[in-house]
Nanobody
Framework: QVQLVESGGGLVQAGGSLRLSCVAS????????MGWFRQAPGKERELVAA????????YYADSVKGRFTISRDNATNTLFLQMNSLKPEATGVYYC??????????????????WGQGTQVTVSS
């Protein structure tokens, strides 16, 4: 079973940047469509961005288009999320998850059973 470990969160002022990382265990990372999810305080977890197992297909929520960039390094089993021009509404816990051979558009509809510990992002105004 693929294990996921998120890191890179922190406290940043509005307008700043952060780069999140998600390292996956196992040898089949390149067969997984990967996604970044955000759970804001008091809200449900939502899909922020996704990257297909077969480049170059990506998905971004409207709220982050043009400011966030999702990428992956299959050689190191790592998923990234570069977050620029951060806004206070980006505050929340960020998680990654995976779906083998899936489409980026399905990532927001899957009821994932397992989640990692996430990484906290706090954007101050």
């Amino acid at each position: 079973q693929v294990q996921l470990v998120e890191s890179g969160g922190g406290l940043v002022q509005a307008g700043g940047s952060l780069r999140l990382s998600c390292v996956a265990s196992g040898s089949t990372f390149n067969s997984y469509t990967m996604g970044w999810f955000r759970q804001a305080p008091g809200k449900e977890r939502e899909l922020v961005a996704a990257h297909s197992w077969n480049d170059p297909h990506t998905y971004y929520a409207d709220s982050v288009k043009g400011r966030f960039t999702i990428s992956r390094d299959n050689a190191t089993n790592t998923l990234f999320l570069q977050m620029n021009s951060l806004k206070p509404e980006a505050t929340g816990v960020y998680y990654c998850n995976k779906n083998r051979w899936g489409s980026v558009y399905s990532m927001g509809t899957i009821g994932f059973a397992n989640w990692g510990q996430g990484t906290q992002v706090t954007v101050s105004s």
